[in-house]
């Protein structure tokens, strides 16, 4: 049950630096935002695994995987659940991207980058695009039953792009 009394997430901002962070996407392997430095990236967090409005905002993400990479961007999906739980939902759902666990500490990531809800113990259904250079540059959380689609992200990885190409 929800805390009504809960006080809303606060997400980073466009033009913020993105916080650094690591985390298992598999029982045996992390991911490291620093290591993607050079390239974009889109964090799109998550309530949960195996909801219904989980399962369909990353299916989607995965139908278009190929429109993000064309961007040279990469996807990272990320949630409080586990990565056997992790495992289990990208196999069933034949994901083609990470999806990683901010399990333990329960999300401190989510919480670094303002979309941890407190009184759920979920993250907001947030999405971040992140330059090449560690800079956010934009962000946008849907209330947690609405899949946002993917027109956001594709807007501002193609404003990344346009800059890229400017400088």
């Known amino acids: 049950m929800a805390d009504t009394n809960a006080v809303a997430a606060v997400p980073l901002l ?6 650094d962070f690591t985390l298992q996407s598999a029982p045996d ?3 490291s935002l620093r290591a993607c430095r050079g390239q974009p990236v889109i964090l799109a967090f998550y309530p949960a695994d195996w909801s219904p409005v989980c399962g369909d905002q990353m299916a989607l993400y995965n139908e278009v995987l190929s429109e ?3 961007y040279g961007a990469k996807l990272l999906g990320i ?11 990208a196999d069933q759902r034949k994901l083609h991207f990470p ?3 901010d399990f333990e500490p329960k ?3 989510a919480r670094r980058y303002g979309v941890y809800r407190d009184g759920d113990g ?12 560690g800079i956010i540059r934009w962000s946008y959380v849907s209330p947690v039953g609405v899949n946002p689609g993917a027109d956001g992200i594709l807007r501002a990885l193609a404003a990344v792009a346009g ?5």
């Open 122 to 133: 979920f993250s907001e259904r947030a999405l971040f695009v992140i330059d090449g250079e």
């Open 79 to 89: 949630s409080v659940d586990g990565a056997w739980c992790h495992r289990a939902f």
């Open 99 to 101: 999806l990683l666990a």
């Open 107 to 109: 999300g401190a990531v």
């Open 14 to 19: 466009a033009g913020t630096a993105a916080p």
């Open 29 to 31: 392997q992390t991911v």
């Open 163 to 167: 800059e890229r190409t400017h400088a």
């Open 68 to 70: 993000f990479q064309g």
